[in-house]
């Protein structure tokens, strides 16, 4: 019994420190629960798609894609166009003078802002260095008895965290009812963006 909770609370730890940052895909989680907007889906299949690629990742999967640079650079170079573009758009928002309500109707469909949420998750090859073959070789390290409950730990911090990030976004509503606010929300999502796409570049660089 010991071991089991040992090896949850490994995984759980370590899970939340990897994800709990400012990155791409918070900053859309975040912005979305601002707007109160597929929450749920959202929340969903992030939290979904990391205990997934955590699975993977103990499974073997992370060995594989070690071996495979191309791969890393194709994703590389996809991420940092689609962040490029992204940090544009919010740059392009910054710049409207309305206000945008937080409970509007009309916004991106449900398809379009899964597609979104899977371009942030899967075209981020920081995701596959810290759930696929991080948390993957923590994960092969543990008995084989025990790897499932190292995936439910790191599965269980994810959803914890997406959770409270989309749904806990709403207590900032009030802040959100200006304008102002989302210019900055938007300046700091942009900044965010382009500067993990000029990172992404600089490493294909160097």
């Keep these: 019994m010991t071991n089991i ?60 894609l070690g071996a495979m640079p191309q791969w890393t650079m194709a994703l590389t170079i996809g991420g940092a166009l689609f962040l490029g573009w992204y940090a544009i758009k919010a740059f392009a928002r910054m710049m409207t003078p309305e206000a945008m309500a937080v409970t509007a109707q009309g916004g991106v469909s449900l398809g379009r802002a899964l597609a979104t949420t899977a371009a942030f998750t899967f075209l981020n090859p920081h995701v596959y260095l810290d759930t696929v073959l991080l948390m993957g070789a923590a994960g092969s390290a543990q ?26 976004a709403r207590v900032l509503t009030p802040l959100f009812a200006r304008p102002a606010a989302w210019r900055v929300l938007d300046g700091i999502v942009g900044l965010t963006m382009l500067t993990l796409a000029v990172t992404l570049v600089g490493r294909l660089a160097a």
């Design 5 to 64: 909770l040992s090896t949850f609370l490994t995984g759980f730890a370590m899970s939340a420190a990897l994800i709990i940052a400012i990155g791409a895909q918070n900053m859309f989680v975040l912005r979305q629960g601002l707007k109160r907007e597929h929450v749920g889906p959202i929340v969903l299949f992030c939290a979904g798609a990391d205990a997934l690629l955590i699975a993977a990742g103990v499974g073997g999967v992370g060995a594989l």
């Design 143 to 168: 008995a084989p008895a025990l790897r499932p409950v190292f995936v439910a730990g790191a599965a269980g911090a994810s959803i914890l965290w997406f959770v409270g990030l989309g749904y806990g």
